[in-house]
């Protein structure tokens, strides 16, 4: 019997390759995490994932409650260890949380609202959660934060008194550097209630920034003159310096991201239909139509639907990368190469029910950690935790 | 390997010790979860049942052909066919007012290759048997898309009784084997790969399984001594 046992294995390795041996495969490599309360009357709206230093996520949500009588959600932050368990939670009464998380050396940060609008960056202790300093940023209604490469802080905000997009810079220790009012000319103070509350479309506000030869800048999509906008600001005076405009607030660009020098990748919705230009030269110093450009129908994504997207490094190569969600609850990843507009592959991830996705990191591994929204038995909306890992992301030869 | 130096060192005497033919039988699964692994985080810190159906649920079967090589009281017995599994995973998700069971439903189909070295007991008519076994299986591929959280190959080990039962003409083989996955059978690289969109983390798991089979054998030369009491001339 001894004889024949390593014939046996013979055989197996033969037949099945390596699949026996599988101990370099890691729980934290790739996960898929349903973050369920058990209460009912919540409804969760993840809004930003961050990766910590000392390994895991950390991620928050708005949270509406049906019973409650403020109309705007409060927040929700968990975290979770580097497998996706979670670690603890925690509650608090600041509404309306908007994208993106912040890092600040060691701690955490998010960016909400209190109940007279006003704008707050809060930080918190990643190991516990427990709120350790709270920085009113002097703007209302927060709709989007970023954290640029040299640790500033971006606040896209909404200024209902002078009906403007209202942008400002801090510095780390939130220390206003500077700000501008991008103005909007309408009244659009209903429509951003109804995007906070939650009650009706959810725009893609999101800031970013570009690097070119001829300088650096900051892209910020906001509703500005008449329409929504991505507009092109100065890094230094966060003038607007050019922007690409659609029709009204109907139509827009709902996600960006800057390639090299003029190329951005981008995505948008108009017309009912959802559009792709993963490798656009864009001029940062004048207004443009998106309409004015060529671009490739993604009948598959969902009405509007929201897209994130990221630049992908890796050892070998860099790439493009966009995550949405599908008609038919999958969320997808089209992976386009860095130096053209070829897509080189596209990644589908089924699901039951309806997913939505939120956001999009790199992690340490060079894999993706995606914060989606599901809603468990199509009712129950709740967070969606999926990280892919780095191999998903080589080309086939 | 055995067979084979057998053979060649007695070649003329080889053909008069081998028995083929074929057989069927159920089987149980046994399912051992060796790490599990839950899609479904509670934020509330509260467990979610997380189990397998048992093994009076999990009932497969297995068709295969048999050929066997006995020399005095030891026989060597091989036994590919097809070897099918069911069994179940059921998940819970609480609700304040409601709690959501899951069940998802396996069937695998494996090409496998059993070994047997059986020592029987020559009682005229019945030869009663033990012995130990093992064998190597290759997960068929099917449309499920729960099947790609699985990998291919599956080796187990086990023991195995019975007994032979001699009617002349034909031999019949009643077997019982209990057989032990000798490995986690989970892809963790699609772990959590469900295709379809069931919600639910595919564990590391053993397979085990219970079976019965009943085969048919046929001597290639036709045995001279069948029982000392018993006359059939």
Redesign the interface.
């Known amino acids: ?1 001894r ?3 390593p ?3 013979l ?2 390795l033969l ?2 390759g390596c ?2 041996f ?1 101990d370099e ?1 890691l ?1 934290e490599d ?11 009357v919540l409804a969760f709206y993840p809004e930003s994932v961050l990766e910590l230093d000392e390994g895991g996520y950390i991620f928050v949500s708005a949270v509406k409650d049906e019973t409650s009588e403020i109309e705007y959600p409060s927040t929700y932050v ?1 975290r ?1 260890s580097a497998s ?3 670690e603890w ?1 925690m509650a608090y009464d600041w509404l309306a949380p908007c994208a993106t998380m912040i890092q600040t050396g060691s701690g955490i940060a998010f960016v909400a609202m209190n109940q007279q609008f006003e704008a707050y960056a809060v930080s918190i202790d990643p190991a516990s959660g427990a709120e350790t300093g709270q920085y009113a940023l002097d703007l209302t209604m927060p709709l989007a934060a970023y954290t640029a490469e040299n640790d500033q802080l971006l606040v896209l905000g909404y200024d209902f008194v002078t009906r403007s997009s209202w942008i400002s810079k801090f510095s780390s220790s939130f220390v206003l550097e500077r700000s501008t009012l991008l103005p909007i000319n309408t009244d659009l103070e209903y429509e951003v209630q109804r995007h906070l509350n939650r009650t009706g479309q959810e725009y893609p506000f999101f800031i970013g920034e570009y690097n070119t030869n001829e300088g650096a800048g900051y892209f910020v999509n906001c509703f500005y003159n008449y329409t929504l906008r991505t507009v092109f600001l100065d890094l230094a005076s966060l003038g607007a310096e050019g922007s690409i405009f659609a029709f009204r607030i109907e139509e827009g660009i709902s996600s960006l991201v800057h390639k090299n020098e003029g190329i951005f990748g981008l995505t948008s919705y108009f017309e009912g239909n959802n559009y792709i230009l993963p490798d656009t030269e864009l001029s940062l110093t004048s207004s443009q139509n998106i309409k004015d450009f060529d671009s490739e129908a993604l009948y598959e994504l969902t009405f509007k639907a929201p897209v994130e997207a990221l630049i992908l490094n890796s050892d070998t190569a860099d790439y493009e990368l966009f995550v949405s969600q599908t008609n038919s ?1 999958s969320l997808v990843i089209y992976q386009y190469a860095m130096d053209s507009d070829s897509l080189l592959s596209t990644i589908y ?5 309806t997913v939505e996705v939120k956001d999009l990191i790199q992690t340490g591994d060079g894999g993706i950690a995606i914060l989606s929204s599901i809603r ?2 199509g009712k ?1 909306r709740r967070p969606l935790l999926v990280k892919i890992p780095a191999e998903s992301f080589i080309p086939e030869e | ?2 067979a084979a130096i057998t053979a060649s060192a007695q070649p003329s005497g080889f053909l008069d010790h081998l028995r083929i033919g074929f057989g069927a039988g159920a089987n149980t699964a046994q399912v051992i979860d060796l790490s599990p ?1 839950t ?8 467990e979610y049942e997380n189990s397998y159906t048992g093994m009076l649920r999990n009932i497969g079967n297995q068709y295969f052909v048999q050929a066997e090589y006995y020399d005095q009281n030891y026989i060597i017995a091989l036994k590919p066919g097809t070897y099918s599994y069911h069994f179940s995973k059921e998940n819970e ?6 709690t ?1 069971e899951q069940e998802s439903p396996y069937l695998l189909r494996y090409i496998t ?1 059993p ?1 047997e ?1 059986r020592y029987n007991f020559d009682l005229q008519r019945y030869r009663p048997y033990a012995g ?1 076994t ?1 064998a ?1 299986s ?1 997960l068929l591929q099917s449309n499920d898309a729960s099947n790609q959280t699985f ?3 599956k ?1 187990t080990a086990g023991a195995v009784v019975g007994t032979y039962i001699d009617l002349r003409a034909i031999i019949l083989d009643f077997n019982v084997g209990y057989r032990s996955g000798l ?2 059978i989970a ?3 699609n ?9 639910f ?1 595919q564990d590391d798991m053993l397979l085990n399984d219970l079976q019965v089979s009943l085969s048919l054998l046929f001597s290639l030369q036709k045995q001279r001594r069948y029982s000392n009491i018993e006359c059939y001339y």
Do not use: C
């Open positions: 019997m004889k024949i046992l014939y046996l294995f055989i197996g037949t099945g699949e026996l599988q495969i729980p790739g996960f898929t995490k349903i973050y369920n309360h058990p209460d009912e968990v979770t996706g368990e979670v939670t609850n991830k089924d699901f039951d029910e468990i038995l129950y | 390997m055995t692994f899609i479904f985080e509670d934020l509330t810190g509260a998700v609480v609700f304040s007012n409601e959501i290759i070994l070295a130990i093992v190597y290759h990998i291919r190959p080796i490995h986690n892809s963790k690289d772990r959590f790969g469900t295709g379809g969109g069931t919600a983390a």
